[in-house]
């Protein structure tokens, strides 16, 4: 039964920072490319950052406006994922997702709240 477990979110104030992770079982977690979504109350679910490893590389994307604040990173041995968030912003209030893809699966975790707020 494939699981993705996401927790660390909460409640901070402008310019805290936040560490989500999402444990992964079920499936080959080293094989997928694993990504962060986060979805604000009214708005479209949106990528906010990706890590992918192949080969012995790996390759990590970011929203534009994430850049530079937040950093993806993922444990093999774990099989976990994390979202190292700086610097939060109220406009980072939201759900944040855990999603592994790759060719036809789709897996979604239930979600962590994110609240930025003064």
């Known amino acids: 039964q494939v699981q993705l477990v996401e927790s660390g979110g909460g409640s901070v104030q402008p310019g805290e920072s936040l560490r989500l992770s999402c444990a992964a079982s079920?499936?080959?977690?080293?094989?997928?490319?694993m990504r962060w979504y986060r979805q604000a109350p009214g708005k479209e679910r949106e990528l906010v950052a990706a890590?992918?490893?192949?080969?012995?590389?790996?390759?990590?994307n970011y929203a534009d406006f994430v850049k530079g604040r937040f950093t993806i990173s993922r444990d093999n041995v774990k099989n976990t994922v994390y979202l190292q968030m700086n610097s939060l912003i109220p406009e980072g209030t939201a759900v944040y997702y855990c999603?592994?893809?790759?060719?036809?699966?789709?897996?979604w975790g239930q979600g962590t709240q994110v609240t930025v707020s003064s």
């Open positions: 890590i992918t490893s192949a080969g012995g590389s790996t390759t990590i």
């Open positions: 079920g499936f080959t977690f080293s094989s997928y490319p």
């Open positions: 999603n592994a893809r790759r060719w036809g699966d789709n897996y």
